[in-house]
T-cell receptor, first 115, second 114 residues
Framework: AQKITQTQPGMFVQEKEAVTLDCTYDTSDPSYGLFWYKQPSSGEMIFLIYQGSYDQQNATEGRYSLNFQKARKSANLVISASQLGDSAMYFCAMRGKTSGSRLTFGEGTQLTVNP | EAGVVQSPRYKIIEKKQPVAFWCNPISGHNTLYWYLQNLGQGPELLIR????????DSQLPKDRFSAERLKGVDSTLKIQPAELGDSAVYLCASSSNADHNEQFFGPGTRLTVL
């Protein structure tokens, strides 16, 4: 079984500042992938970043970086230089080897960027 | 390139009525997923197709839900009869066999059952 926990229902950040969204996971799979998705009010899930469990380096995609701490089973998303358009719901998800390509999502964090 | 297309975007029905949702994945994507997203929660997988074969439908409530992907391209998800608790967003996603790491999602269908 896989479980994703996002303990921050809501987060606020000032424009141009950095923000960290927390994600912890639990799995018995030796090989797995971790994902972050953004869901704006329009409803579409937008893929942001991926981290493989055997990747040596933390993933980065533009202003997004994933702080992967395998021993702690955490995969926090860091957004640098926040923009007003970053206001959205953010979901952490994982996929284990035994689950095929099924994604297990957390409950999400609502990020609000203030001007 | 067009993304994942879903229709309708919104649907309001009375309980006990049937309803159907349609999804057209990204061209060339062999894998298609239907997710259910309740308000304030993350999506949960209902069913996954590899081409026309349903390879993971363990979370699909088969007493009232059904899905098909007859030609391995577009797909339909049906609920019959709908219950009040079915009010949610139904998301469709697709991925290519070459890279299951990135699932592309459609805009979803928001269902309201009265």
């Amino acid at each position: 079984a896989q479980k994703i926990t996002q303990t921050q229902p809501g987060m606020f950040v000032q424009e141009k500042e950095a923000v960290t969204l927390d994600c912890t996971y639990d799995t018995s799979d030796p090989s797995y992938g971790l994902f972050w998705y953004k869901q704006p009010s329009s409803g579409e899930m937008i893929f942001l970043i991926y981290q493989g469990s055997y990747d040596q380096q933390n993933a980065t995609e533009g202003r997004y970086s994933l702080n992967f701490q395998k021993a702690r089973k955490s995969a926090n998303l860091v957004i640098s230089a926040s923009q007003l358009g970053d206001s959205a719901m953010y979901f952490c998800a994982m996929r284990g080897k035994t689950s095929g390509s099924r994604l297990t999502f957390g409950e999400g964090t609502q990020l609000t960027v203030n001007p | 390139e067009a993304g994942v297309v879903q229709s309708p975007r919104y649907k309001i029905i009375e309980k006990k009525q049937p309803v159907a949702f349609w999804c057209n994945p990204i061209s060339g994507h062999n894998t298609l997923y239907w997710y259910l997203q309740n308000l304030g929660q993350g999506p949960e997988l209902l069913i996954r197709y590899e081409n026309e074969e349903a390879v993971d439908d363990s979370q699909l409530p088969k007493d009232r839900f059904s899905a098909e992907r007859l030609k391995g391209v577009d797909s339909t998800l049906k609920i019959q009869p709908a219950e009040l608790g079915d009010s949610a967003v139904y998301l469709c996603a697709s991925s290519s066999n070459a890279d299951h790491n990135e699932q592309f999602f459609g805009p979803g269908t928001r269902l309201t059952v009265l």
